[in-house]
């Protein structure tokens, strides 16, 4: 899974919201002039009881195209940011722990993009069994990599960080030596109180506001770790959106809030999608269809 997200397009379209500014140049006053004549007769224009009513899209389309030409832009449009989520580069089985021959021409591809993203955000599954030897081997492919070069990362761990060779159930043990900060180091750890460190937190970039989540977080070896969002994340993130003033929210999962093909056994999972869905932000996670 492999896509690009450019903030600043999704900010170009709130100018449709009406949220704009008067750019410092070409004929400010006189544009600021133009602009506020308009907006007074908005009302009165898009009003089913005016004799004629101008329809909402075809007047926004005129002021995008006056916008253009008299040099107004969106609010916070100066902050707008690119970044990248990759997820799922496993290598599908215990001798092949990272798919390089795909992973690789990602990277080079992430690498080469100008200008270079603002992030690179993983969303779990980077080697097919955690442990350290194999996390290692995959920050040298990703973290590394873009530290090189100057840009940032972040890490959403995914259940096969949890697996460790050969017993594969202690997923307390792989999630502890996954917090040993190879990876999400570079942030601060501002999480739910708790043991979080490195798997839960969040950070602003420009006109955004990133989360990142632990959806298979263990609390003990020998079993199972069903997926989805904790109580104590819940109401983390619940808190951190109830005060948000960001222009874009982002939350970043391995594995959705909801997935109608494979629900979750874990009671807590409903409710991540209330606190998202109920305040319209993004859910970037691995996979809609499987964990």
């Known amino acids: ?30 544009y600021r002039s133009m602009f506020n004549m308009i907006f007074s007769l908005v009302p009165q224009m898009t009003s089913i009881k005016s ?23 969106p609010v916070q449009a ?22 390089t021959s795909v992973f690789n ?12 993203p603002k992030v690179v955000i993983l969303g779990g599954d980077a080697t097919y069994t955690g442990g350290t030897d194999n996390l290692n081997t995959f920050k040298t492919l990703f973290t590394d990599r873009l530290t090189a070069v100057g840009i940032p990362s972040a890490f959403a761990i995914g259940n096969h960080e949890l697996q460790i060779a050969p017993n594969f159930n202690t997923p307390l043990t792989g999630q502890q030596l996954f917090q040993q900060a190879l ?38 070896n020998g079993e199972n770790v069903p997926f989805g969002i904790n109580t104590a994340q819940q109401n983390w993130i619940k808190g951190l959106l109830g005060n948000n003033t960001a222009a874009h929210s982002f939350v970043f999962t391995h594995v959705p809030a909801y ?20 305040r319209r932000q993004y859910q970037c996670l691995d996979s809609v269809y499987r964990p």
């Open 183 to 220: 990876f999400n180091s570079h942030w601060t750890q501002n999480g739910p109180s708790g043991d979080y460190n490195n798997l839960a937190f969040s950070f602003h970039l420009g006109n955004s506001l990133f989360i990142i989540a632990d959806s298979y977080y263990a609390t003990a």
């Open 51 to 73: 004799r004629c009513p101008i329809p909402v899209l075809l007047l926004r389309t005129f002021l995008l195209v006056l916008a253009i030409i008299g040099g107004v832009i």
């Open 1 to 30: 899974m492999f896509f690009i997200i450019k903030s600043g397009t999704l900010v170009f379209i709130s100018c449709f919201s009406w949220t704009i500014v008067i750019s410092a140049c070409k004929k400010t006053n006189l």
């Open 259 to 278: 997935s109608p093909s494979i629900p979750s056994a874990n009671p807590d999972n409903p409710g991540i999608w209330h606190h998202i869905g109920q």
């Open 105 to 116: 021409p990602i990277m080079d591809t992430i690498l080469a993009l100008n200008p270079a």
């Open 78 to 99: 100066d902050q707008s940011q690119s970044f990248v989520f990759v997820a799922d580069p496993q290598g599908g089985n215990i001798n092949n722990i990272v798919n």
